[in-house]
């Protein structure tokens, strides 16, 4: 059995009312729905999210114990949670992917959703295509030979 930890960060638990013009109108339970419905019956699809950096940074920690391959939409942790970016480094270092996803494209909005500093840790990242983001990603990592 394979398992993809896909966590979520802070409101991200309203989507489907947030601002549906910039995240769209699906709910975080209809994305990890579709997400799960679209892989191999053998793969498991965790999708968490929390508002509290602490829990956030706690899940990460498991992945790396657990050596479970993440799918992380950060949120707004992702322009200045050092502390989340410092436990993401932690999957790179035990060779664990990691993709950080965006429904929207940071780069197309505010200049400071510009800058992300799980990025650099991060195996990949992919952004701007609604909730087919976390699909591209989930697909991805079954791919991928790690």
Not at 109 to 131: D, M, P
């Amino acid at each position: 059995m394979t398992t993809i930890l896909v966590l979520n960060g802070p409101n991200l638990g309203r989507l489907g009312t947030r601002e549906p013009e910039v995240y769209g109108s699906e709910t975080l339970a209809d994305i990890g729905e579709r997400l799960q419905a679209s892989v191999p019956d053998d793969v498991v699809i965790e999708l968490r999210q929390t508002d509290d950096e602490g829990e956030l940074i706690g899940w990460i920690h498991e992945a790396v114990d657990r050596r479970v391959p993440v799918v992380i939409n950060p949120a707004a942790f992702t322009h200045y949670s050092y502390a989340l970016r410092d436990a993401a480094a932690q999957l790179k270092t035990a060779g664990v992917p990691l993709v950080e996803v965006h429904l929207s494209n940071p780069h197309a909005r505010e200049t400071f959703r510009h800058t992300s500093v799980i990025s650099g840790v991060a195996t990949g990242v992919i952004a701007g295509f609604g909730s087919d983001s976390y699909r591209l990603a989930v697909d991805w990592l079954l791919r991928s030979p790690s």
